[in-house]
């Protein structure tokens, strides 16, 4: 029998404050017919390499949808920008009633590890139309310059990067 202590250390990356004064969409703005398909998330750089994800965890702070359904990404980078999904299992997180706040997405009986830098993204797949207003969802992001968001309009659309910090972060253990 072999005892480890590989990814006995617990490290927090990314944003866990809140505030609202800048806020990032996640579909796509002022379209009459939401389409699917739309996609955002972050650069996630971990202290070191490898390191296996625990969790993720997302904020929402307005919500227009009574059912909403996003996929999460986990994508390798070539040219700085989100390339090769890295694993295949579906990592699918609804959002119901309207709900806003902290939405954790526990990874820790999957075993995902990763070696190098890499893009976590949300992903919109489905949804209700019963919605307030018009369709809406926002997390709140920060001026960085030191931190990359990616984002693009559908699912096959180039990536597009934006500086900033959006409300979320990751649990690893490395």
């Not at 969409?25 to 996609?39: C, L, R, Y």
């Not at 890499?118 to 018009?134: E, F, G, H, I, R």
């Not at 659309?157 to 490395?174: E, Q």
């Amino acid at each position: 029998m072999k005892v480890s202590n590989q990814f006995s250390h617990v490290v927090i990356v990314g944003k866990q404050s809140t505030g609202t004064m800048i806020q990032a969409s996640i579909i796509p703005k002022g379209d009459s017919a939401p389409t699917i398909g739309a996609e955002t998330g972050f650069k996630l750089h971990a202290p070191s390499y490898p390191a296996m994800f625990d969790n993720v965890n997302f904020y929402v702070s307005a919500n227009n949808f009574k059912y909403i359904k996003f996929r999460l990404n986990i994508y390798s980078l070539k040219n700085n920008l989100p390339d090769t999904l890295l694993f295949n299992k579906e990592i699918l997180v609804s959002l119901n009633n309207y709900k806003t706040g902290w939405t954790p997405i526990d990874l820790t009986t999957d075993a995902f590890v990763i070696n190098a830098d890499c893009a976590v993204t949300l992903q919109w797949v489905d949804y209700n139309k019963d919605m307030l207003k018009s369709p809406l969802v926002l997390i709140p992001a920060g001026i960085s310059f030191s931190h990359i968001n990616y984002y693009r309009m559908a699912s096959q659309n180039k990536w597009k990067t934006v500086k900033g910090n959006l409300s979320a972060y990751v649990s690893l253990r490395d």
